[in-house]
């Protein structure tokens, strides 16, 4: 039976029995998710320049017994089947760090599981604002961008790569004087320190007061020209602003800039997962509240 009737005897099987047909197609996304979802963590590993060249192999075998190369298929197809074995031999380190990681953290990001957005963003402002007033304190200027939906990878580009976890040491580091990335803006791209030192385009005199420096009018810049929120901090006055849609507003306290980035990166854009949680939080406080006046009632 050549590869042609085989084909056609498997339509006839899926068409008798359209059940077959459903369990095949679930079958090949979860493999075509679980691949994607690795090759996503080999790619930022030294096991990629491995993948790369498991594939030329796997190519290669295929191609020579294609064009009845035997010799070549002979040998290519002997180091395949001891492979296996000295993949397991080479990477036996990282193959037993990823079975300890099986439930943890770090392996539940493969599957999606990972910490719920609306919390983790909502972290990420925290570290923002207590960075921004930490730097206000000192009356170091710095300039924080943070993505929303619109992307900007253009602006990423025209800094130098970061890719780091959001924290306010960090932001607070990158702007200290005279440091290689102080000057520029950083920006934050979904729940990470994309870049620093990156370039903004700057709003036209007309659309800012003559005594705001280039860091708001760059601040109002990216702005207008994106759905991005910009949180600006003076060197001159210490003073902490934000830019959102073309319009600079001056001089927020560090509460004040939590709920400005909390009302217009999270309530506005999940609306249904900022209900949840905050739900969810409102019954783990009534709990709360139960456990102390059952505690106060004993104790009278």
Same mark, same amino acid.
């Given at each position: 039976?050549?590869?042609?009737?085989?084909?056609?005897?498997?339509?006839?099987?899926?068409?008798?029995?359209?059940?077959?047909?459903?369990?095949?197609?679930?079958?090949?996304?979860?493999?075509?998710?679980?691949?994607?979802?690795?090759?996503?963590?080999?790619?930022?590993?030294?096991?990629?320049?491995?993948?790369?060249?498991?594939?030329?192999?796997?190519?290669?075998?295929?191609?020579?017994?294609?064009?009845?190369?035997?010799?070549?298929?002979?040998?290519?197809?002997?180091?395949?089947?001891?492979?296996?074995?000295?993949?397991?031999?080479?990477?036996?380190?990282?193959?037993?760090?990823?079975?300890?990681?099986?439930?943890?953290?770090?392996?539940?990001?493969?599957?999606?599981?990972?910490?719920?957005?609306?919390?983790?963003?909502?972290?990420?402002?925290?570290?923002?604002?207590?960075?921004?007033?930490?730097?206000?304190?000192? /009356?170091? $200027?710095? !300039? %924080?961008?943070?993505? *929303?939906?619109?992307?900007? +990878?253009? #602006?990423?580009?025209?800094?130098?790569?970061?890719?780091?976890?959001?924290?306010?040491?960090?932001?607070?580091?990158?702007?200290?004087?005279?440091?290689?990335?102080?000057?520029?803006?950083?920006?934050?791209?979904?729940?990470?320190?994309?870049?620093?030192?990156?370039?903004?385009?700057?709003?036209?005199?007309?659309?800012?007061?003559?005594?705001?420096?280039?860091?708001?009018?760059?601040?109002?810049?990216?702005?207008?020209?994106?759905?991005?929120?910009?949180?600006?901090?003076?060197?001159?006055?210490?003073?902490?602003?934000?830019? /959102?849609? $073309?319009? !600079? %507003?001056?001089?927020? *306290?560090?509460?004040?800039? +939590?709920? #400005?980035?909390?009302?217009?990166?999270?309530?506005?854009?999940?609306?249904?997962?900022?209900?949840?949680?905050?739900?969810?939080?409102?019954?783990?406080?009534?709990?709360?509240?139960?456990?102390?006046?059952?505690?106060?009632?004993?104790?009278?």
């Amino acid at each position: 039976m050549d590869i042609k009737d085989k084909i056609l005897t498997y339509i006839q099987i899926y068409q008798q029995n359209p059940f077959k047909l459903i369990t095949l197609l679930i079958d090949l996304a979860i493999v075509l998710f679980l691949a994607y979802n690795l090759l996503k963590i080999v790619k930022d590993s030294r096991a990629w320049q491995l993948v790369k060249g498991i594939a030329f192999l796997i190519i290669a075998t295929w191609l020579s017994g294609l064009l009845n190369l035997n010799i070549l298929n002979y040998i290519l197809s002997a180091v395949m089947n001891w492979g296996v074995i000295l993949l397991i031999i080479i990477f036996q380190p990282e193959i037993r760090r990823a079975l300890e990681q099986l439930g943890t953290n770090k392996f539940t990001k493969l599957f999606g599981m990972d910490k719920d957005i609306v919390a983790r963003t909502k972290e990420d402002i925290y570290k923002i604002a207590i960075a921004a007033t930490e730097l206000a304190k000192n /009356k170091t $200027g710095a !300039l %924080i961008v943070i993505e *929303r939906d619109i992307r900007i +990878k253009d #602006i990423i580009s025209t800094g130098v790569e970061i890719n780091s976890e959001v924290s306010p040491q960090l932001l607070v580091n990158i702007f200290v004087p005279n440091t290689p990335l102080h000057d520029g803006a950083v920006v934050i791209s979904e729940n990470k320190i994309a870049a620093a030192a990156c370039m903004l385009p700057l709003a036209s005199d007309a659309d800012i007061a003559r005594e705001l420096g280039t860091r708001h009018r760059a601040a109002i810049g990216i702005s207008k020209e994106s759905d991005a929120i910009a949180v600006v901090v003076s060197e001159e006055t210490g003073k902490i602003s934000v830019a /959102k849609d $073309g319009t !600079l %507003i001056a001089d927020v *306290r560090e509460e004040v800039l +939590k709920k #400005i980035l909390i009302s217009n990166i999270i309530t506005k854009r999940f609306p249904e997962k900022e209900k949840e949680h905050n739900a969810s939080f409102d019954k783990i406080k009534e709990k709360i509240n139960k456990l102390k006046n059952k505690k106060t009632k004993d104790q009278v």
